[in-house]
């Protein structure tokens, strides 16, 4: 019979795939089953987070998952050089690293890496804290296959001198990257103060292969720059700009626009599926234009932009239907009637951001779900939600089962009523955000009964918050997020009772909250990874060590104000798998 019931290592492949399609996490139970489900949950790992515990171990970790295609050094403290050095000395077939959030760009550990490793196509050196012109070179020299590659926002501007080769990034590095890498995609170059047009314009003529652009906060390249670069790339896909005709004012005229130059550049982009020109000040002309050539725009990003109206936006969802993200996030012009109107044409839509649309209320959202069958998620922060109720009975019938994430933060006016109605037409909720709704209360309660699938639920600086009335179980529930609110221990015992698949518990800043609610939720939750207790004054601090050494799922713990500090209990605590800080 044991025969019979034998299946060979790809069937059991397929199956742990169809598993692990909403978290990795499930694959650490399978491995334990047997050395087939070890050898089977090994090679279906294809990312991994390196922190500084993980250095000692990273030539097994490296030699036991073979399959690793992305790797992630961000939370690495540290020199980099050592982890760099232990991945170029594997056979990973690796694509993509991230060494973001770090002082500088570990030269010894990339050339080593670009010796040893062909296959990396995607550079991720973002928030650095200094990036200079031979960074460029030098990531250029090593990694001449790169074709995706984020050097956004380096913290450090430094040198006076930034067309030189220690000085930072500038028009002179960016060129010889652009000869360097010919086979370059995509590109984010956000933040970086000094390049000016001829960085754009080398990029779009030299990378014969460019789609991608991402240009936010770099302040001297200009409207005439930008449309002689992209004139220079027609099969170009996404453009991302911001503060387009946002100079100076001059005593009472008007804020200047987008020049008609760049509209015409714009729209003889005929591949364009995304675009992105956040707080800039736009026109009806630019709209219409995009309209009437009937880009195949995708995904349309209208944050914070001004000078445009309803009109112009009214025409461009009549003529381009197959947009699928949509940002119009302060759009004033918003009301519930012209979103219900708007919605005639939004049969592709995925996502929507209208936070911060004053006049949005309950109506607004219920049309959303009612008119948009692929909706994902909506965005709706800082709205009118709950101002204006709605009768269940008068809605007629309406449920999407698509949409997964609900975002209502900082809207005041929202009560328990309009949360419970909203969580019975969108039944399949995954995410939802109510931080900063001080009204809701018990409504939370009947919202966890009627969206049995909720993974991620923020309830922070929700004073009115009361889940007593909980008795049933919570079974997908993985983060929660208390922080701010009144939550007691007597909250707590009920969440550990019912939430028992948490992973992560955000506590900051509950004065409420003592040691013995916390040890409840660490004694009953066995799968918890993380815990916040900052800004706990009631915690005892004897409770921090006893948590590492009770629960070993364990990772980090943000310890209350009480706890002792010192690098060699932390120290202490890491080497058992438990960072504190």
Known sequence: MSEDLHLPDECWELVMKFLIINHHRYLEPLSLVSKQFLSITNRLRFSLIISQPTLPFLPRLLLRFPSLTSLDLTRFRGDLHAPLRHISRSSLPLKSLNISHHPTIPANGLRALGKNVKSLNSLICSDVGSLRNADLILIADCFPFLEELDLSFPKDAGSNYPNSFDGPVSDFGVKILSLGLPKLRKINLSGNFFINDPSLISLCKNCKFLEEVVIFECHFITQAGIASAIGLRPCLCSLSVNNLGCGTKKGDLARPFVTSDFIDSLVRLKSLTCLDLSCSSITNELLIYIADEGLPLRKLVLQNCSNYSYRAIFRLFGRCQFV??????????????????????????????????????????????????????????????????????SMGVVVNSKVKSLHLARNSCLKDGSIEMFASICPNLQMLDLSSCRGISEGIVEVLRRCCGIRHLNLAFCSGVKLVGLNFEVPKLEELNLSLSRIDDEALSVISKCCQGLLHLHLENCSHVTAKGVRQVVEICTQLREINLRSCDKVDASVVAWMVFSRPSLRKIMAPPSYDRSESQKRFLLRHGCMVC
């Open 324 to 393: 699928q993200h949509l940002d119009l996030q302060n759009a004033e012009y918003l009301n519930d009637q012209r979103v219900e109107e708007l919605c005639l044409g939004f049969g592709n839509l995925i996502s929507i951001n209208v936070s911060g649309c004053r006049m949005l209320t309950d109506s607004a959202l219920v049309a959303l779900v009612r008119y948009c069958p692929l909706l994902d998620e909506i965005k709706m922060e800082a709205t009118g939600v709950g101002r204006k109720g709605i009768e269940v009975s």
